[in-house]
């Protein structure tokens, strides 16, 4: 009777460890594209990137406590078994031999996908799912995967069409696109529309199933099928037609030839479908997002996308031919390797991470000896599910043919888009599902093939099961650990950004705990950096009141910070960027950072030498390296090197308005006004909008040379940026000066008054400025030219008329004199 009792006890744990394992695979399926917390510092796709783990990682402790129970440990054999092995162990060697062993093992920040911990956990969640499977399960993790696309179509549509059925709460918690980006909501919700047709096919032919019940999963599914081809027509330029067209296209072909034979009630909808997706590709573009809050990204031409693409990987596989940077290192490529031809376009000041498809990204990344195995395996994939859908007609696969057209619409997509993780995860998912399905209804022999241990036989092979059973363990629960620890790093360091008061006791304090938990993470580094930097940039601007000790203080601390992140993110131009900045933050509290900024850029160069933002920062630490000396010869030797390095930004990127901007201002500290009349005039035409920075400065150079009809230039530039914003405070003055210097009092006095009036009463220096003023109007009523003799410097602060930043020149010098500027505040935009 005890040993009844032992296998009935036995039967139990293995039915919950089973229901656990299915478990586990039901929420990846259902969860995986809906989940986010919204509280992290990396985002979205790093959320889902750590569930997958979680829960990958549970049903693996589920399979082996599992195996441990019954005595046998059960690997099942399947048709991509060695084409996986391969392309593991290129992986791994490209690993080993990466440009930073670490993101290729881990990932980079964010997105971690290209990992090689993320590859083995998909092929863990491969192997359980085939191991795993039966028709039953299939239909749970069918049903999961459904439910999850329904409420993630319903959500999105209702959003799209600003049906506000939600309180704000929700709104403000639940993004719109909760699968990350516009283009992989798109291939999410496309892979749907094949797995639906399935599902109304299966539910037609099921003669016991009730009228009522068919009728309403029918309505339910059109519905959802609607809904889904309805958001994709609404992101019509981010969506994935030829990825759609080739899964729906691949499903007809099926359904015309008789291969798979539906119900002939239902047999109707796959080429109604084709042929709406065809019309919604004929028809033009309609715009049908009434929401407001719906920013789309910029699109970026699919021809350009593809062209610049190959040009890296051409030009990393020249260096790097048979392993390249390495996995997760397409952003480190990118910027060595991008052209000046990319600077061109207006994404110039961009880095991308991932490669326009799969297969271009993988060549920088892995080399040529990845994209060999990474062919391997997906045409082995291709092959093997088309040979077991073809034969055997009289078995009507109808979730083979469902599954395989939804595994389609993925991996055309990844071939074709640029996708982020969570659309590689779901290829491997589906992938899964769409072999085991194939395998399944096909009633192969594969289906029975298993690589087996056993407890139960040989003491080698208990051995053997012993010492995965152990390895296994200790690495779930060293996992477990590891995940945990990283995942609340990263809210710890998203409750910092979130909270907004920077401060030690605050946001920089769980920072730290941050850093405690996950000392790999360079960006936390940076970030502290970056927040010291602030507190002491905001304790200097308290001028005689500013805690000298508290200043050197904060500036060391942001030093060692951001040094420590760039150390961790060596090989990674933005790091080097971040850590550049905090060096030219620095140099104004301390002069002897200039040589450091200096270097750290040219290592930012070296990185990515077609940054023409990079020249354009060099030039003006050279400048500033100008304005700190008292030599003449030095002077004029940075100076000439400034001049030099605008140049060679010029020559990086011809059509960058701020670096011909810049050029001038150096040509005016040299006296050479024609050259920077003749520069300033062309950042004007290359500016979008004809900046008034630009501009007022165009006209303020006409008003210092004053030839011939330069003054007439001047008055009229002054007039054109009044008559956009007649509060442009310098603009009223300058003309003042004009109008002075031209013989026209009244008009000159109207402006002074303008100024006058325009004068913030909170503004520092503001009395001063008032008083300034109030005597340039009292010497004009005595007849005394307001000249730099006739006033006092100390009451003519110098306005900054200097281009506001851009995203790869981030200042441009400030060279204006006290006679053409008054105030301290940046011209309008």
Not at 293 to 317: C, G, H, L, Y
Not at 384 to 412: D, H, P, Q, W
Not at 494 to 521: F, M, P, Q, T, Y
Request: with cysteine.
């Amino acid at each position: 009777m005890k040993e009844v009792k032992v296998v009935k006890q036995s039967d139990f744990l293995t039915r919950f460890l089973d229901g656990g394992i299915t478990f586990c695979l039901a929420v990846i399926f259902f969860g995986l594209p809906l989940f986010f917390t919204g509280w992290t510092f990396q985002g979205l796709f790093f959320e889902k990137q750590i569930f997958f783990y979680f829960w990958i990682l549970l049903a693996l402790v589920f399979w082996v406590v599992r195996s441990v129970i019954t005595g046998e440990m059960g690997i099942k054999k399947t048709p991509l078994d060695v084409p996986l092995a391969i392309f593991w162990l290129v992986y791994l060697v490209a690993t080993i031999f990466s440009f930073n062993r670490w993101y290729s093992f881990w990932g980079f920040s964010e997105d971690l996908s290209r990992s090689l911990v993320s590859l083995t956990a998909m092929i863990v969640a491969y192997y359980i799912i085939a191991g795993h499977f039966n028709i039953k399960r299939f239909k749970i993790f069918i049903g999961a995967i459904v439910t999850s696309g329904a409420l993630i179509s319903f959500w999105t549509a209702l959003r799209i069409f600003d049906v506000n059925i939600f309180s704000e709460k929700i709104k403000q918690i639940v993004p719109i696109n909760v699968v990350g980006s516009v283009t992989g909501l798109g291939v999410f919700l496309a892979m749907l529309v094949p797995v639906m047709i399935m599902i109304i096919f299966e539910i037609n032919g099921q003669d016991k199933m009730k009228k009522w019940l068919k009728y309403f999963l029918n309505v339910i599914l059109t519905l959802v099928l609607v809904s889904n081809l309805l958001v994709i027509f609404s992101f019509y330029d981010f969506s994935p037609w030829l990825a759609l067209l080739i899964g729906t296209g691949f499903f007809l072909i099926y359904i015309l030839s008789r291969v798979v034979t539906p119900a002939r009630n239902v047999m109707w909808i796959p080429a109604v479908i084709f042929i709406g997706i065809l019309t919604m590709l004929m028809l033009p573009k309609i715009n049908l997002i009434k929401n407001p809050e719906i920013q789309m990204p910029i699109k970026i031409m699919d021809s350009f996308d593809r062209n610049f693409s190959w040009d890296i990987a051409k030009n990393t596989v020249k260096e790097n031919p048979l392993l390249g940077v390495g996995p997760s290192g397409y952003g480190y490529a990118f910027s060595l390797h991008k052209s000046s031809d990319f600077n061109l376009s207006e994404l110039y000041s961009l880095r991308f991470y991932q490669g326009r498809g799969i297969i271009l990204e993988a060549l920088p990344t892995i080399g040529i000896l990845g994209v060999v195995a990474m062919l391997l395996l997906i045409l082995s994939f291709i092959s093997v599910t088309m040979y077991l859908l073809s034969r055997e007609k009289e078995k009507n696969k109808i979730y083979s043919l469902g599954m395989v057209s939804a595994s389609f619409v993925l991996l055309s997509s990844l071939l074709i888009y640029r996708l982020e993780g969570i659309n590689i995860i779901m290829m491997a998912l589906i992938g899964t599902l769409a072999m085991a399905i194939s395998i399944n209804e096909s009633e192969s022999e594969l289906e029975k093939k298993y690589i087996k241990l056993s407890l139960r036989s040989s003491p080698k092979y208990a051995l053997s099961l012993a010492f995965v059973f152990m390895l296994v363990s200790v690495g779930a629960i060293f996992s477990f650990i590891f995940i945990g620890r990283i995942f609340v790093a990263d809210i710890y360091a998203g409750a910092a950004v979130r909270g907004g008061n920077v401060s030690e006791d605050g946001s920089i304090k769980n920072l730290l705990k941050a850093v405690e938990l996950n000392n790999k993470e360079g960006k936390y580094y940076i970030r502290i950096g970056q927040e010291y930097m602030y507190l002491a940039n905001k304790e200097g601007l308290k001028d005689k009141d500013a805690n000298v000790d508290e200043i050197r203080k904060d500036v060391n601390n942001s030093i060692v910070a951001a040094k420590s992140g760039q150390a961790l993110m060596a090989k990674d131009a933005q790091a080097t960027e971040f850590l550049a900045q905090i060096y030219e933050a620095a140099s104004v509290f301390d002069s002897q950072y200039l040589q450091v900024e200096t270097d750290t850029y040219n290592d930012a160069l070296k990185l990515e030498p077609n940054n023409p933002g990079f020249y354009l920062k060099l030039a003006d630490v050279k400048l500033r390296m100008a304005g700190a000396s008292k030599d003449k010869d030095e002077k004029k030797k940075a100076v000439d090197e400034a001049k030099d390095l605008i140049s060679k930004a010029i020559e990086k990127k011809d059509n960058l308005p701020v670096a011909y901007y810049n050029l001038a201002s150096v040509e005016e500290l040299s006296g050479d006004l024609d050259g920077a009349i003749y520069n300033t005039g062309k950042a004007v035409k290359l500016s979008s909008n004809g900046q008034s920075g630009y501009l007022f400065n165009l006209g303020r150079l006409y008003q210092a040379r004053g030839k011939d009809e330069d003054l007439k230039y001047a008055e009229s530039i002054f007039l054109t940026i009044l008559k956009a914003n007649e509060n442009e405070i310098n603009t009223h003055f300058n003309l003042g000066l004009l109008y002075e210097k031209t013989s026209r009092s009244s008009e000159a006095r109207k402006e002074y008054e303008k100024v006058l009036g325009l004068i913030p009463a909170d503004m520092k220096g503001a009395e001063e400025a008032i008083a300034q003023i109030k005597k340039m109007l009292d010497n004009l009523d005595r007849g005394i030219a307001n000249t730099p003799e006739n006033l006092s410097a100390s009451s003519s602060p110098a306005a900054d008329t200097t281009e506001p930043t851009d995203a790869n020149s981030l200042s441009s010098p400030d060279i204006t004199s006290a006679e053409d500027n008054i105030l301290d505040n940046k011209p309008q935009e």
